[in-house]
């Protein structure tokens, strides 16, 4: 049986009207006209056909979810802002809690906090801090769901300065696996606080707490492509400059093909460049002053500067990462940018099968590494830099070269002098192994689960 067949069965078996009935939001099912929109996620890749999804509005629409499928024996996805690079968000058979509509944010300006919802997606987050001048760290792409990259741990712009997105919680109201509605802080269920921090949960948050941190002047960003073979000495450059790079500074040099546009000189287009691109949260003027050594290589072909907005520096690769598009994303830390790993660095980004793929060094110094290890279930604090191998691609029949290229550059990288483990965001596929993942914070994470979901209703390791 197919797996459309499959979840028609599955739901014809249920007694979804019954269940749909008592909700304050709504049911879609296999039957229903909305549901071949419903099942997608924005990772094309991702093709599930689950049993039905429930649009939550309230948290009493969560627990109605959660005790319906441990009643009946359903297995149990939970999705937010339905980014979902993993697709661990749907699964075909499967009930898909879904708090898209719970998308909210309380900002109070005078405690530095926010509370959001689960459905709320960075752009909105960014908006109502940023009317009051605050700010903490939220990925680099305004689309991006809050629940799913804080629970994966969470990288921005702001991380060096501030941490990881998880690092800045404060507490999580969480339904839990017996239908249970805690609250999860340093002083209490300060376990299961510590699995959210990075590591998921046993059950479905409705409710993030975040600190919240001054940013209320312009940050300037700095653009620099540099020709294949100029990356090596490059990264050289770079690996000396994040000796001591300052917090306020986050470079993140990439791997990507030109594009075809006015700004690129007519004869690169299509190719693929190393580009050094970096942003600074503090004054940028002297964030200028930082980056002059990147920004006035000689061996540029194409160079920029552009101070801006923090909202609009948020909002600038959103066109990139189109709603549809297939992406298989991993990542590997590396506790030092050695020599062979820059020797990698070019080899793999001109392999990939897709010239809209990328290969993305990103820093992990400042904030994110002064905190303890066993702060959160994020492993790779320790590492000097992460290498994010990230395909995109749109046909189709494609997958399967571009899974490979991914897997076999990650292969490659790890082979080398790599920490355990991965960033949660970037852990490549639905239900990746949790050791692979957390490395020696699995058992611990294990526990967790066990306590606040005995009976297994989630078995997926992240929303």
Same mark, same amino acid.
């Given at each position: ?8 069965? &599955? ?34 890749? @991702?093709? #599930?056909?689950?049993?039905? &999804? ?10 109605? !979810?959660?005790?319906?499928?441990? #009643? ?19 699964? =075909? ?6 708090? =898209?509509?719970?998308?909210? @944010? ?24 940023? =009317?009051?001048?605050? %700010? ?9 769901? @809050? ?17 990881? /997105?998880? *690092? ?27 699995? %959210? ?23 300037? $960003?700095? #653009? ?7 990356? !090596?000495?490059?990264?050289?450059? +770079? ?27 007519? *004869? ?26 990147? &920004? ?6 194409? %160079? ?5 907005? +923090?909202? *609009? ?13 297939? $992406? ?13 790993? &820059? ?74 002098? !790599? /920490? ?9 596929? =639905? ?6 993942? $957390? %490395? ?11 306590? +606040? ?11």
């Amino acid at each position: 049986m197919d797996a459309n067949r499959e979840a028609r069965a &599955i739901a014809a078996s249920l007694p979804f009207d019954q269940f749909s009935s008592g909700l304050d939001g709504s049911l879609v099912t296999p039957t229903d006209d909305a549901y071949g929109a419903a099942r997608r996620v924005w990772n094309g890749m @991702v093709n #599930e056909y689950p049993a039905a &999804i429930a649009y939550c509005e309230s948290t009493a629409d969560v627990r109605a !979810s959660v005790a319906f499928a441990r #009643e009946h024996d359903v297995d149990l996805t939970v999705r937010s802002g339905g980014h979902s690079v993993s697709g661990a968000s749907v699964a =075909s058979g499967a009930l898909v809690v879904d708090c =898209s509509r719970m998308e909210w @944010v309380r900002v109070d300006p005078d405690g530095r906090t926010a509370r959001v919802g689960p459905g709320a997606t960075w752009g909105t987050v960014d908006r109502a801090t940023q =009317s009051f001048g605050l %700010a903490t760290p939220g990925g680099v792409f305004s689309d991006t769901g @809050v629940a799913g990259l804080t629970l994966g741990g969470g990288t921005g712009y702001l991380s060096p300065k501030h941490g990881f /997105t998880a *690092d800045n919680l404060r507490s999580v109201d969480v339904v839990t696996g017996e239908g249970e509605r805690v609250t999860a802080g340093p002083d209490q269920h300060s376990d299961l606080f510590w699995a %959210a921090r990075g590591g998921g949960t046993p059950g479905v948050v409705t409710a993030f707490e975040f600190d919240l941190h001054p940013l209320d002047h312009d940050v300037l $960003y700095f #653009e620099s492509w540099l020709p294949v073979d100029a990356a !090596s000495d490059a990264l050289r450059a +770079y690996r000396e400059y994040q000796g001591d790079a300052p917090d306020e500074a986050c470079v993140s040099p990439y791997f990507a093909a030109v594009p075809a546009t006015a700004d690129f000189p007519a *004869d690169r287009h299509g190719e693929f460049a190393f580009v050094l691109s970096g942003v600074y949260a503090g004054d940028p003027v002297a964030g200028r002053d930082e980056f002059a050594p990147f &920004i006035d290589r000689a061996d540029a072909f194409a %160079a920029s500067t552009d101070t801006m907005a +923090y909202t *609009d520096l948020q909002t600038m690769m959103d066109h990139d990462f189109p709603d549809g598009r297939h $992406y298989f994303w991993k990542s590997v830390p590396l506790p030092e940018l050695g020599d062979d790993a &820059i020797d990698l660095f070019a080899d793999a980004a001109t392999n990939a099968p897709s010239d809209l793929s990328t290969v993305v060094v990103w820093p992990m110094h400042g904030a994110v590494e002064r905190l303890p290890d066993e702060t959160s279930p994020v492993v790779g604090r320790d590492a000097a830099v992460v290498v994010n191998v990230e395909a995109a691609w749109d046909d189709p029949m494609a997958t399967p070269e571009n899974v490979q290229w991914v897997r076999e550059t990650c292969r490659e990288f790890r082979a080398l002098d !790599s /920490t355990p483990g991965t960033l949660p965001n970037f852990a490549g596929g =639905s239900a990746p192994d949790a050791a692979d993942v $957390y %490395a020696t914070h699995a058992d611990r994470l294990r526990r967790v689960r066990e306590r +606040y979901d005995p009976a297994g209703v989630f078995r997926y390791e992240r929303e």
